[in-house]
Structure formats: C-alpha cells, structure tokens
C-alpha cells in the first residue's frame, strides 16, 4: 500500500561520511549518499545557509534531497558542513570566514567529488549563503551549471555575476515571492546582466522553504535540471 512521502521519509540509498581537507590544512566533513545502483555518475554538491544563523549540511531541503533522491533521481547528494560548522555528523575545522576563506572549501569539495568520489557529472546547488559561494566560488571548468535557492546576493559581487555572463553555463534560481532578502522583482534586476540565467518565481515560497508542497517543489526544480528524465517525482511511495 503507498504511503504519503513526509518530512521523516528517508529512501533507500548508500550513504557515507566523508572527509576532506582544504589547501590550507582544515579537515571537512561531511556524507555522500548515493543510488544503489550508480551508473551514471550524477552529483549535486550542496552548500548550505549561513552557519551563523543555523546553517549546516543538514539544513532541511538538502537533509530530504540526500533522504530521497539518490532512489527518486538516481542523483549522487553531496553535502558538507563548511569550516568552522556544526551539525549531526560532527564540526568542520576552522572558523566561520565571512564567505572569504570559505572559498578554500568550495574548491576542496568540488575537487573531491570529481577527483575522489567519480563524479562524472556535477552540479553546485547554492542555499543562501550557499548561493553567494556557488557564485563567488564554484566556477571549476568541470562543474556543469549551479541551482541556487533563495539566493540573497549578500556576498556575491558584479564582478562574480559579470564572470558568469562571461562563462554561459547554466544557472537556475528559485525566487520566493516572500523572500526575506532577495524578492522577484528585485532579483530580475539584480540578475539582470547575466542572459542564460532562468529565474523561478515561487508563488507563496519564503525564504527557508518550510512545507512539504514547497520541498517538493524545490527537489522536483533541481531534478528537472539534473535528471530532467526522471520527472514528475511521486508524492507517495
């Protein structure tokens, strides 16, 4: 008999905790969970809201797509907690760096993934913070485009946006209407030196994404990009 997938749902996947260590000595950790049965290589790198606020690789939209979509997606869900955070799994090295010496982190755990773990295909998603850091940071040949989520544009720079006007890969941002820093409107302006982006407004979203219709949402928004073939994703199992 199906069931409703919930907040608590976690599918089946093979997950491990992983370490790495960045160029300047700090030792990272973090989990990959992957499909249990990979032959394709697909891997969303996540990096996670502002850990001075609460943010960690366990903050709840990354927490539900390592939960489901390595069995929903067949999709590789990397997350790691930058220096100086917290969570379950246990503390990254270091300290908070204000989006500065975070950079060391970005480069360390895209070269891991690929080098390391056989990533053939790798996306960066970007929360918040995380968002600033994909823009600033993840600008590796090999990445294959960035999916941010409630993209604050705090730290991110117009010399990081105009890098990616430059470049072309691909970027897609969910907008909530409702957002706390960055709304619709004032994202197509902000975004709007950068031609391939594609903005997705979120009718009622927030900034956290707190709900199940909106968790939905959000990991069917990544799948579509990452996996688009393995769409709609069920709302029951």
Not at 73 to 92: E, P
Not at 155 to 178: K, N, Y
Request: charged share 25%.
């Amino acid at each position: 008999m199906a069931e409703l997938i919930r907040p608590s749902t976690v599918l089946p996947a093979e997950r491990s905790a992983i370490t790495f260590f960045t160029s300047d000595g700090l030792k990272l950790i973090g989990e990959i969970a992957r499909p249990i049965e990979d032959q394709r290589g697909i891997g969303l790198l996540c990096l996670h809201p502002l850990p001075t606020h609460g943010g960690m690789m366990d903050s709840h939209i990354y927490k539900k797509a390592a939960n489901r979509l390595p069995e929903l997606a067949g999709i590789n869900v990397i997350r790691f907690n930058t220096r100086g955070t917290k969570s379950d799994q246990g503390v990254s090295e270091g300290h908070f760096g204000e989006a500065i010496t975070e950079k060391e982190d970005v480069f360390a755990a895209i070269n891991y993934s690929l080098e390391q773990l056989g990533m053939k295909k790798l996306w960066v998603s970007g929360w918040s913070f995380g968002s600033d850091l994909a823009l600033k940071y993840a600008r590796d040949k090999r990445v294959r485009g960035l999916i941010l989520l409630s993209p604050p544009l705090r730290f991110s720079t117009e010399d990081d946006l105009a890098f990616w006007r430059e470049d072309g890969r691909s970027i897609t941002a969910l907008i909530p209407e409702f957002d706390d820093y960055l709304k619709p409107d004032q994202a197509k302006q902000r975004f709007s030196q950068i031609p391939q982006i594609e903005l997705i407004d979120i009718k009622d979203g927030k900034h956290l994404w707190v709900g199940e219709p909106f968790v939905h949402r959000v990991l069917s928004e990544i799948v579509r990009v990452v996996a688009p073939e393995r769409l709609p994703l069920p709302l029951e199992i």
